[in-house]
Each structure stands twice: as structure tokens, then as C-alpha cells.
């Protein structure tokens, strides 16, 4: 077994992002750039480093999130990939067999292709690139490929010239490196080029200086889209979408229009599970077995039981929790809260910071009224109960199992068990007074 240390570079500033956010905590598939890296290193096997620049606490608690088994290094000036890939250089002196460096801001990389990198080293290059050919090549590095088929040397455009910026074949930015010469390589990089950069792209040409083998290979565009701009992270998320959709098809879920569905990289779906069109899906999200998820609902930090049915129009946030068969209706808003098996609130509701038993009826328009303005209060609603429609729970408030709310009420004392609950004006009757008033208004028109 070879070993491996994969170096994964966080350090650049993200300019074009034009964000405050470091670049690479920007969100695909509701999880940060750098996880999906960390992911797919992870799954490739061996140890990882992560480089960050200084003063990036954010970026460093996002990587011990992720994996904290990570070593960090601190890349304290940004002068470049190859001065960054440096920063690890304790790492790298513990000798790997197999370097693989790969940038934090190119987040679709598949372990099968980290290791066919690796696979080239085991063949016997000592520098392995990985290419592809973009439909749009600007701002890429172009690979030089001799007539052979050994790669020659990385240009980056701001050096190329015009027949080098005519290449379509470009660095993807991810590279592998013989342990045993990938330090005497990285030392010998230069900073003569166009942006006064140590620039990795230039092992390729030292490691040729120094009679040791280069190779390319080659892959999809769509698995190394490196994400600089706003534009290029939507098109990142465009990619990440349509592969988890095809997993979720792959596995089982039903979706007429999977291309109206979100997903987030960490979304379980159940066997028979039905997703209509138009659903999304944020962090934190599992639904088990049977479950439909109908039109325009939106759900994050959920979870919905067997055969629970929720939505068009479902509002599911963090905490939600449907045990098998409830069932959750246009517009209702369900927030840290467990409601038990069968429970029904189908129509225009909030239910926060509560719990509901078994079977229990929520009718249209009921509101837990968690917020006094400072704290959140809980709302316990027990088996079985009927909450009338248009009532207010004025939390903190507990209704016994079986009891009865009746419409309209403001509900501020606890209900027991079977008991029935009134809170509102009383109605009042005026024999006659409509017809008097008509013709009141009637005679004054006159
Ligand atoms: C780089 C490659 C280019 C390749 C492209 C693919 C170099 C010199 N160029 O260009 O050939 O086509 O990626 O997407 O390698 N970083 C640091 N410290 C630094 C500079 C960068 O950690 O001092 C990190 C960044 O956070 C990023 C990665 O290295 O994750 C790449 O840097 P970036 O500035 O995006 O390089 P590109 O111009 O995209
Ligand atoms: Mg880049």
C-alpha cells in the first residue's frame, strides 16, 4: 500500500468572488467548497493538509468540521500555488509516496480521478497533471504536450503566448507528486513570470530539467470547474445538482422534474419516496420511506417519517421532526418541533418550539405564539387533541391528550386531558338591527 498526503491550498484571497466570505466557505449543495475537497480527499485515502491564510479562523473551523483530522499550515503571504503547497512543508518532509495537491476552490473532483492521479505515479511519473478542455479556456493554465505525449510544460495565460493561448488542452490544477522528489521540485521554483508568483505550474518544466517523467491526464470539464466568480459557483452548483439528482433517481426517488429539485450534497431519501416538482431542500434534510414531498415546499434540518405526506407549499426549518404519516398542508410553517405519528395540520399554520402527540388535529390558521419578544416558549400539545382553527397557544401552555380547543380561542392557561377550551368573546345577537339600519340609510337617502 502506497501512502498518500494530499495537500488541499486555501489560501487565496478570492478576489473576484467580490464577496466578504473567503472563497472557499461559499455554499454548493448547501456544504462550503472546501468540504467537497475534503470529501473527496478523504475518500481517495491517506493523510490531508489543509493550506489557509492567515487570520482565516472561519476557513480553519470549517476544515476541523469536516475532517479533523486535517493538519493546517498557514500560508502567511499569498505569493502563489507552489509558495502555498510550501507552507505544508513539514508535512511533506514526513515522505509520503504520493502527493496530490488540489485546490480547495475546484470542488467537483471525484476520488476516482485522485487516485488514477495517484495510479500515474505508481507507472512511474513523478509529476502527474490533470487536465481538460473548457468550452470557455480564458484564465486557465495551457498544457504543453509534446508530439510524444509527454507534457512538456504549464503555461499560465498571463505568460502564454498567442499559439500557447490557442491550446485548449488546460491545467485543471490538480497535480500529483512523486514523494521522494516532490520537495526538491517545489524548492526549485521561481517567481519569474508575469505576477511575481511562485507558480506550482512550473514543476512540470523543473522536474523535465531534472530527467524525471511528466504525464497528463485528461478528464470532463464538468468535474474541475474551478470557482473564482459568482458565475462560475452557480455553474459549479448547476453541475453538483444534476449528479445528485441522478443518485437520487439512481436509488429509487421518483421526480417527474428533477431539474426543478434541490438537493443538498447531505440529503437521504428513503425507498419510495415521491418529490414533485419544485421542491427544495437545504441542510440537514432526511425523509424515510414512502414519503411525498408535493410542489413548492422548502425544507432544511428535517426530518419526515414514513409515509408522511407534506406539502404544496410546506415551510419544514431546523427541528422539525414528522413521525410516519403526518401529514403537513399548504402553508404551514413547522420550526423545532416533533409532531407524533398521524398527526395532521393541513392548512395554513405555525407550529414552533412545541411537540404534538399522536393523531392529534391542528386546525387552519392555529398559532404557537413561541416569542414573547425575549424568550422562545414551548407549546405541548398532547394525543389526540382537536385545536379548533384560528387559535392562538400562547406558550408556555400544555393541552392534555384528548382535549378540545374551540375556534378563535386565545389559549394562555393549560387544558387538561379531554377537557374543552374556550377563549374568546362571547357572541352577541341584535334581533332586527341589520334590516333597521338599512332603513335608516335608506330614509336619509331620500
Ligand atoms: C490555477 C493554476 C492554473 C489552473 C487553474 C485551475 C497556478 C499558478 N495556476 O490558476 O494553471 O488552470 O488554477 O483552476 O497554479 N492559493 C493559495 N495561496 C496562494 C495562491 C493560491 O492557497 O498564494 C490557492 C487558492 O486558494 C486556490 C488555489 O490555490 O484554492 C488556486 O489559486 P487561484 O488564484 O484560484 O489560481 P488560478 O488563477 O485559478
Ligand atoms: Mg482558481
Known amino acids: 500500500m502506497r501512502t498518500c498526503l494530499t495537500i488541499v491550498l486555501a489560501a487565496g484571497e478570492g478576489t473576484r468572488m467580490r464577496a466578504s466570505r473567503p472563497k472557499v466557505l461559499h455554499a454548493i449543495g448547501g456544504r462550503p467548497l472546501i468540504a467537497h475537497v475534503l470529501a473527496a480527499a478523504g475518500a481517495a485515502g491517506g493523510t490531508q493538509a489543509v493550506v489557509i491564510g492567515p487570520a482565516q479562523d472561519a476557513v480553519a473551523a470549517a476544515v476541523k468540521a469536516v475532517l479533523p483530522t486535517a493538519e493546517m499550515f498557514v500560508q502567511a503571504e499569498r505569493r502563489g500555488t507552489a509558495h502555498a503547497v510550501l507552507a505544508a512543508k513539514a508535512a511533506l518532509a514526513r515522505g509520503a509516496d504520493d502527493v496530490l495537491v488540489a485546490f480547495a476552490d475546484t470542488p467537483l473532483i471525484t476520488p476516482a480521478t485522485l487516485k488514477a492521479l495517484r495510479g500515474a505515479l505508481e507507472k512511474g511519473a513523478a509529476v502527474a497533471v490533470l487536465g481538460f478542455r473548457p468550452a470557455n479556456p480564458t484564465g486557465y493554465g495551457r498544457l504543453i504536450v509534446a508530439p510524444d505525449g509527454a507534457l512538456v510544460a504549464i503555461r499560465e495565460e498571463k505568460d502564454a503566448s498567442v499559439e500557447e493561448r490557442a491550446i485548449r488542452l488546460c491545467n485543471a490544477g490538480l497535480m500529483a507528486l512523486r514523494g521522494d522528489c516532490a520537495l526538491a521540485i517545489l524548492e526549485r521554483i521561481g517567481d519569474d513570470n508575469a505576477k511575481r508568483e511562485f507558480y506550482l505550474t512550473d514543476a512540470v518544466e523543473i522536474a523535465r530539467k531534472m530527467g524525471l517523467p511528466t504525464v497528463a491526464l485528461e478528464t470532463e470539464e464538468d468535474e474541475v470547474r474551478g470557482v473564482n466568480t459568482q458565475g462560475q459557483l452557480a455553474e459549479a452548483e448547476d453541475v453538483l445538482q444534476r449528479r445528485l439528482r441522478a443518485a437520487h433517481h439512481e436509488a429509487g426517488v421518483a421526480m417527474t422534474a428533477p431539474e426543478t429539485v434541490y438537493f443538498c450534497a447531505d440529503t437521504k431519501l428513503g425507498r419510495d419516496v415521491v418529490i414533485e416538482p419544485y421542491v427544495v431542500f437545504g441542510p440537514g434534510v432526511t425523509v424515510e420511506d414512502g414519503a411525498l414531498i408535493r410542489s413548492f415546499s422548502h425544507l432544511e434540518g428535517a426530518t419526515v417519517g414514513r409515509g408522511a405526506k407534506v406539502g404544496p407549499y410546506a415551510r419544514l426549518r431546523p427541528g422539525a421532526r414528522l413521525e410516519a404519516d403526518v401529514h403537513v398542508g399548504n402553508f404551514v410553517e413547522v420550526k423545532e418541533a416533533r409532531l407524533g405519528v398521524g398527526a395532521k395540520a393541513n392548512h395554513l399554520a405555525y407550529i414552533g418550539d412545541a411537540s404534538v402527540g399522536e393523531g392529534t388535529n391542528i386546525g ?83
Open 364 to 446: 387552519a390558521g392555529t398559532i404557537t405564539c413561541n416569542y414573547d419578544g425575549t424568550h422562545k416558549h414551548r407549546t405541548e400539545i398532547g394525543s389526540r387533541a382537536f385545536i379548533g382553527t384560528n387559535s392562538s397557544l400562547v406558550a408556555p401552555v400544555k393541552i392534555g391528550d384528548g382535549a378540545y380547543i374551540g375556534s378563535g380561542s386565545v389559549i394562555t392557561d393549560d387544558v387538561p386531558a379531554d377537557a374543552l377550551a374556550l377563549g374568546r368573546g362571547r357572541q352577541v345577537i341584535k334581533e332586527g338591527w341589520a334590516a333597521r339600519l338599512r332603513s335608516l340609510v335608506g330614509a336619509g337617502r331620500k
